[in-house]
């Protein structure tokens, strides 16, 4: 039977890419949204000279790689700077992780997404669990992950979906509020459930 996709989703922090490892352990297919995001903008690639032209040289490195950090002050300091480089990039990261599904050997493959919601990315799959945690803890996690400012990541936290409208979209809820060994059990019990869904649905 056609392997079919778990989307996987949370805001900043909630412990996507934790719970994605777990699964990937079992034996499941993961395809990254922000593997997909890095991929198309690559030197050489045309999304990358568009970036260049639309913010200037200054959010390219010496080595002719995209300056995260300098692309990331920009759009998160400005909704509608944000707005236009998602308008250039989601589709194509639509088409990467179309291809990246198709090989799946798994039963189910997994999508893991911070914008599964916003960017109608679930429409390529067929059951969304969401990965929620109190906003302290997804602060406080990234801040120490990427050692970015409590600021910055309330920044990126206001241009996401609010808990509440993922949530509306969740078949499955998986609160991230303890610790990591936790965590492996609660993804193993969710694993063999999803492995009796036919399509997705029970
Ligand atoms: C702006 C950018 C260059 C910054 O790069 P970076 O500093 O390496 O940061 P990351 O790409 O790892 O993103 C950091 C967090 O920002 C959030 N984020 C990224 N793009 C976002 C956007 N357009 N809107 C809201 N939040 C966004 C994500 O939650 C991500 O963290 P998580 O995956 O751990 O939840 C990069 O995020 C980007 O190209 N974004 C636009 C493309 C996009 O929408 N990607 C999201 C996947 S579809
Ligand atoms: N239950 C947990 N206990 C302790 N640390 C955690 C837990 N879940 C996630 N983390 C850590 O918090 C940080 C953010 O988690 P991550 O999975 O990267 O989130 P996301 O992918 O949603 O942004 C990572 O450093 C991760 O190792």
Redesign the pocket.
Known sequence: MKPWTLGLT?????G??AVAQCFVDLGVHLVD??H???WV?EPGRPALAAIVAHFGEEVLQADGQ?N??A??AR??ANAEE?RW??SL??PL?GQEISQYLTRAQSPYSILV???LI??G?YAMTQRVLVVDAPEHLQVQR?MLR?QSSAEQVQA?LA??ARREERLRHADDVLVNDRDLAWLKAEVEHLHAFYLTLKGGQP
């Open positions: 949370g805001g900043i922090g909630s996507k890419s949204a922000d997909a995001a890095r903008v995209l995260r950090a692309l990331r759009v998160f944000r480089l998602e990039l989601h990261i997404s911070p914008l916003e960017s990315q990234t990427d990126i241009a996401q």
